[in-house]
């Protein structure tokens, strides 16, 4: 059934309310969350860790309003940040999303919020997971060789029970989905349950290698990023994270974020405060001029000038540590 038209503030509340239901389920079950940004065309809304765990949340009404560039970008944070990113959305643009059903987008999985909170309040896992040509699950190969190889039954017999290919058959036992009504067809005709369940957080495609680099970067923050480079960070910018780049040293991950205008480096540092608490990170804005205040809501503030002056990724640490006030969680 087609999705009636919605108004853009419809759209809007209706958004603000699924991401705070989300954080609801998310806290819940235990979860440190970062409050809400209320920042535009973000391509994340919400940190959550529990111990090791640490998952990146995009909440969408329409799951068809993920972007490709959007989906990049969810897949390297949750590679930096050693984070599972998921989108969790009402309905695609010609119908409701499926409970119990894992759906994806340019690599990315995708739940409905019952799946969600089925998931993460209740333990039950999607079996489905929706691909081109329909509905598939994913079957316990090795156990499907073992029960067939046990019970002398044939690639031919199976297959021919199960209305496939012995190919097919042998495509199953290595590892690929099979369509649902095959799959009950196989459980059926050995009596034994054979699918696995999935887990929205762990399942994602594999990253592109080539994550945007700094030689590629034609951002007017460039500069400030070179210098980075040149201290001994590794920076890979971002495009539509709160923060600008992350920067990374050996096991260290900075959280970078550049303030120019004072109103909107304030509202960033908040933001970026706040995420580098829940992922347990550290965080600085570099601003372009000298103030009498060195941190904000935890985050330090270091000018483009001391950056300059800076000769080893280690000396800014220490400006960074020496200017951290971390507020209580």
């Known amino acids: ?84 990113p998921a989108v969790i959305g009402l309905h695609s643009s010609s119908a409701e999303l499926e409970d119990g059903i894992l759906y994806t987008r340019f690599g990315v999985p995708i739940v409905s919020e019952g799946t969600f909170a089925e998931f993460m309040l209740e333990g039950v896992p999607p079996l489905v997971y929706a691909a081109p040509g329909g509905l598939y699950v994913r079957l316990d190969g090795e156990m499907l060789k073992q029960l067939r190889q046990e019970r002398a039954i044939s690639l031919g017999t199976l297959a021919e029970a199960a209305g496939v290919s012995r190919k097919a058959i042998q495509m199953y036992e290595s590892g690929m989905g099979a369509m649902m009504d095959i799959a009950s067809r196989i459980e059926e005709f050995l009596d034994a349950p054979l699918l696995v369940p999935l887990d929205p957080f762990t399942y994602i495609a594999e990253v592109a290698e080539n994550l945007k680099v700094l030689e590629d970067f034609e951002g007017h923050n460039k500069d400030i990023f070179e210098m980075m480079r040149e201290i001994g960070y590794s920076v890979v910018p971002t495009r539509k994270a709160p923060f600008d780049a992350l920067a990374s040293e050996e096991e260290l991950l900075l959280l970078t974020g550049i303030g120019e205008d004072p109103r909107m480096t304030e509202k960033k540092a908040k933001v970026v405060g706040n995420l580098s608490r829940v992922t347990e990170r550290k965080s600085v804005i570099i601003i372009h001029k000298r103030t009498s205040i060195e941190e904000i809501d935890g985050t330090p503030l270091v000018t483009k000038d001391e950056l300059r002056r800076v000769d080893h990724s280690d000396d800014l640490m220490e400006l960074i540590l020496k200017r951290e006030k971390r507020p209580m969680q």
């Not at 989300?22 to 919400?46: M, Q, W």
């Open 1 to 84: 059934m087609a999705k009636p038209v919605r108004h853009g503030r419809s759209v809007a509340s209706d958004r603000e309310q699924l991401i705070r239901r989300i954080r609801e389920t998310l806290a819940k079950c235990g979860f440190y969350v970062s409050n809400p940004h209320n920042l535009r065309s973000i391509s994340f809304d919400l940190v959550a860790r529990r111990d090791r765990q640490l998952l990146i949340v995009k909440a969408l009404c329409n799951i068809d309003s993920l972007s490709s560039e959007d989906a990049e970008e969810l897949k390297v944070l949750g590679r930096l940040l050693n984070a599972s």
